[in-house]
């Protein structure tokens, strides 16, 4: 039983890193479009941030002012 419980951790923790690589690739390139709604292009960029605060993934202030400017 405790071998299971290793194995499905260590599944998980490698989807979970995957995951987080992903959302912060994604914030990082997010770029509004030409004729795109800014609060649509918001909503996007905050919802980015909320899946990685999800995965607990460490989200540094200073990325996030750069990403969005």
């Not at 995951?19 to 649509?40: A, I, S, W, Y």
Request: aromatic content about 6%; cysteine-free; proline content about 0%.
């Amino acid at each position: 039983m405790h071998d299971a419980w290793q194995e499905l951790i260590k599944m998980f923790e490698s989807q979970d890193v995957v995951t987080k690589m992903f959302l912060g690739d994604n914030l990082q390139t997010l770029k509004m479009r030409e004729g795109e709604n800014v609060v649509k292009h918001i909503q996007s960029f905050q919802s980015l941030l909320e899946q990685l605060s999800i995965t607990n993934a460490l989200v540094i202030n200073d990325n996030v002012v750069l990403s969005l400017m």
